[in-house]
């Protein structure tokens, strides 16, 4: 059974960081891109960050460069973001996803065909 379990969000004041993990089983964690997604009330869900192992290829949305760190410990299925200098508009519902045409998707922004999702985890930014 597949599971992409994701933790680590919360409460943080403006300025603040966060750390949420991914930890993933139940599927061939090195054949996968992972990507973290969100979807803040009364908006779009948008890609954040995505990372695939195999090929060293990341992508950050351009709202998040430079203050968002995407990493993946292949030994732990677990992909990390480290989220830095936060604001108010990070507050959001973020997911773990994964795909093995991941990035493709992020050209075509075509989330639903996405192979696996989390459940989510809140984060909330205080200004």
């Known amino acids: 059974e597949v599971h992409l379990v994701e933790s680590g969000g919360g409460s943080v004041q403006a300025g603040g960081s966060l750390t949420l993990s991914c930890v993933a089983s139940?599927?061939?964690?090195?054949?996968?891109?992972i990507g973290w997604f969100r979807q803040a009330p009364g908006k779009e869900r948008e890609a954040v960050s995505c990372i695939s192992s195999w090929d060293g290829n990341i992508y950050y949305a351009p709202s998040v460069k430079g203050r968002f760190t995407i990493s993946s410990d292949d030994a732990k299925n677990t992909v990390y973001l480290q989220m830095n200098d936060l604001k108010s508009e990070d507050t959001a519902v973020y997911y773990c996803?994964?795909?093995?045409?991941?990035?493709?998707?992020?050209?075509?922004?075509?989330?639903?065909?996405?192979?696996?999702w989390g459940k989510g985890i809140l984060v909330t930014v205080s200004a």
């Open positions: 139940g599927f061939p964690f090195d054949d996968y891109a």
């Open positions: 996803a994964a795909d093995n045409e991941l990035f493709l998707r992020l050209v075509t922004q075509n989330y639903d065909r996405m192979d696996y």
